[in-house]
């Protein structure tokens, strides 16, 4: 068997329920661990630096996409955001599953350099409760509502380039879903022939 961990990607429009259902993953399985970005964007109230996010000037940002420390990196509506290379070898390394929750471009750019790595693409049930979910964060002005909306049009056109889809109704189903997915991955041939060679 593969001893190591995977890497997954959790994209999906913004309301789609990605911090939710990765918030209950990370509580559900020990083994799962969740890739903290770098961004550019200013904390929202109650976020820390190091824990939701590495908050960075832009300068700093570009300093750490110049020393080749970023796995991948993306605009999205006017901020930069990355994913810091380290902690994902780290991670997968010690047999962790980590997941990278990004958007549509850092998720393309993940799956081109890591063709092993799962990427699963999150959506609400219908387009209701995705604007429903965006304005009852109430941490967003209208303007960057009506920005979030846009842009989940435009990322919902990249859901076939996505190894799954899982839709984000029932809580528990759509965490249950995307166990099922990572747990399965684990047992394609090719991550068992280790185990066969060890075996038999
Ligand atoms: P938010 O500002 O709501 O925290 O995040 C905005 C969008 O950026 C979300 O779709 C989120 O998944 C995405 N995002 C967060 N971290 C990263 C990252 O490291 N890389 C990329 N490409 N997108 C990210």
Do not use: W
Not at 83 to 96: H, M, Q, S, V
Not at 109 to 134: C, G, M, T, Y
Not at 142 to 159: C, F, N, P, T, W
């Amino acid at each position: 068997m593969n001893n190591k961990g995977s890497v997954v990607i959790i994209s999906g429009p913004s309301g789609s329920g990605k911090g939710t259902t990765v918030k209950a993953m990370l509580s559900q399985r020990k083994q799962v661990r969740l890739s903290v970005s770098a961004t550019t964007r200013p904390p929202r109230p109650g976020e820390e630096n190091g824990r939701e996010y590495f908050f960075l000037t832009k300068d700093e940002f570009e300093k750490r996409i110049q020393n080749g420390d970023m796995l991948e990196h993306a605009q999205y509506c006017d901020n930069l955001y990355g994913t810091p290379k380290e902690y994902i070898t780290l991670c997968t390394e010690k047999g962790e599953d980590v997941i990278l929750e990004i958007e549509v471009q850092g998720g393309m750019q993940v799956k081109s350099k890591l063709p092993q790595a799962i990427s699963i693409f999150l959506i609400p049930p219908d387009r209701k409760s995705l604007e429903k979910r965006l304005r009852g964060r109430g941490t967003e002005s209208e303007d960057v509502i009506l920005q979030r909306l846009k842009r989940a049009d435009e990322e919902l056109q990249y859901a076939d380039k996505y190894d799954y889809v899982v839709v984000c109704g029932e809580m528990q189903k759509c965490v249950d879903d995307i166990f099922a997915i990572i747990d399965s991955k684990k047992l394609e041939s090719e991550n068992m022939i280790d185990y066969i060679k060890e075996n038999f």
